[in-house]
């Protein structure tokens, strides 16, 4: 059965650092992209990061750039964001995916696209 799970979340004081994993099943992490999202309370779903098959591409949103890393773990299976110097505004439900695609980027995929999401995992910076 294809499917991602993320773990790793939690709460985190401002300047922090957490690691969220994406472990897939089903299909190998690295022939395909694996993307991250995140949502927070009454906002709308944005890009964060991603990585193409064979590790090729990375992308950042603006607002991670420099703080936020993406790497994959072949043997694992999984793909990790690492996040660094963590704010407030960090805060919010990030999902991993895939859309099976040797490529990435940061749109959000449409309703009708398919994608494999993940349950999604909570991260809250706060002091």
């Known amino acids: 059965q294809l499917q991602v799970v993320e773990s790793g979340g939690g709460l985190v004081q401002p300047g922090g650092s957490l690691n969220l994993s994406c472990a897939a099943s089903?299909?190998?992490?690295?022939?395909?992209?694996i993307r991250w999202f995140r949502q927070a309370p009454g906002k709308e779903r944005e890009g964060v990061a991603c990585i193409s098959s064979n590790d090729r591409y990375t992308y950042y949103a603006d607002s991670v750039k420099d703080r936020f890393a993406i790497s994959r773990d072949n043997a694992k299976n999984t793909v990790t964001l690492h996040m660094n110097s963590l704010k407030p505004e960090d805060t919010a439900v990030y999902f991993c995916?895939?859309?099976?695609?040797?490529?990435?980027?940061?749109?959000?995929?449409?309703?009708?696209?398919?994608?494999?999401w993940g349950q999604g995992t909570q991260v809250t910076v706060s002091s």
């Open positions: 995916a895939t859309t099976l695609h040797p490529e990435c980027s940061l749109t959000v995929p449409r309703p009708s696209s398919t994608v494999f």
């Open positions: 089903g299909f190998p992490v690295h022939s395909y992209d």
